[in-house]
């Protein structure tokens, strides 16, 4: 089962596994870069690095996840881009608390929902970013 195989604002726990495991998935592959790039002292700080990334991530996913489909319920709007950016906006105060710092959490709120949104909106309207032009 994809993301979008099923309507909006049903099947909340699948997708939020769903999301869950793209957010792991993208922690992971962030941290292997970011301890290739910024060796770390010892195995013991790369490995605590990594599941601290990793776990940051992952929770990202199922926060968006979950909040998006809840919002999809509560507004009775199943297929509304504010869904989208209400769960990007989630994500990002979570990662400013997770950061104990509420200007990077207010930027990621606004960035993530936007992000969200207009993934929302392009794949509501058809939008492609590879392939060939349509005419």
């Not at 962030?30 to 929770?59: L, N």
């Not at 297929?79 to 209400?86: C, E, Q």
């Amino acid at each position: 089962m994809g993301y979008w195989d099923s309507p909006e604002g049903t099947a909340c726990v699948e997708k939020t596994w769903i999301t869950t495991k793209l957010g792991t998935a993208l922690g992971l592959v962030g941290s292997a870069y970011h301890i290739v790039v910024f060796q770390p002292e010892s195995a013991m700080a790369a490995i605590q690095r990594a599941t601290s990334a990793t776990v940051t991530m992952a929770s990202l996913g199922a926060i968006f996840g979950m909040t998006t489909c809840l919002t999809a319920q509560a507004r009775e709007v199943p297929d509304d881009p504010l869904n989208y950016f209400v769960g990007g906006c989630a994500s990002g105060a979570f990662l400013g608390a997770r950061t104990h710092n509420p200007m990077m959490g207010t930027t990621a709120c606004l960035g993530l929902g936007t992000l969200a949104y207009f993934t929302k909106v392009g794949k509501k309207e058809g939008w492609r970013l590879t392939g060939t032009p349509r005419l």
